[in-house]
């Protein structure tokens, strides 16, 4: 009886791990799927106050795109205030592969003080 309990445990976590295994891997396709390509792009300058004030840091912007691949838009979500206008300014200058419809992605810029 205890042989056959053991066997059962194993089976049903060896399914468990099948199914976590699944789900991982299509979680990671489906936010991969919404993904436009660059066409053109130039990085962000660092603001000679931030780098006065030796500020780094991480910033986000949400950017709408245009199905002619042009960004329609772009807000900041998240980031050092000092550093986010150097970012929307960057990234309305970008050009995206078109597409059929508008789509939606996050772009995030990385600043570090320079040594």
Not at 3 to 13: D, E, G, P, V, Y
Not at 55 to 67: C, D, L, R, T, Y
Request: proline share 4%.
């Amino acid at each position: 009886m205890q042989s056959q309990f053991n066997w059962t445990r194993k089976i049903l976590a060896a399914a468990a791990a099948g199914l976590l295994a699944l789900s991982l891997a299509s979680a990671q396709t489906a936010s991969d799927e919404g993904k436009r390509k660059l066409k053109s792009k130039s990085g962000a300058t660092y603001p000679e106050l931030a780098r006065r004030m030796n500020i780094s840091g991480k910033v986000k912007i949400e950017v709408v795109i245009a199905p002619d691949g042009r960004v329609r838009s772009a807000k900041a979500i998240g980031g050092h205030p000092i550093l986010v206008q150097s970012c929307l300014d960057t990234v309305k200058e970008w050009k995206y592969e078109p597409a059929g419809e508008e789509t939606t992605q996050i772009v995030e810029f990385e600043f570090k003080p320079q040594q």
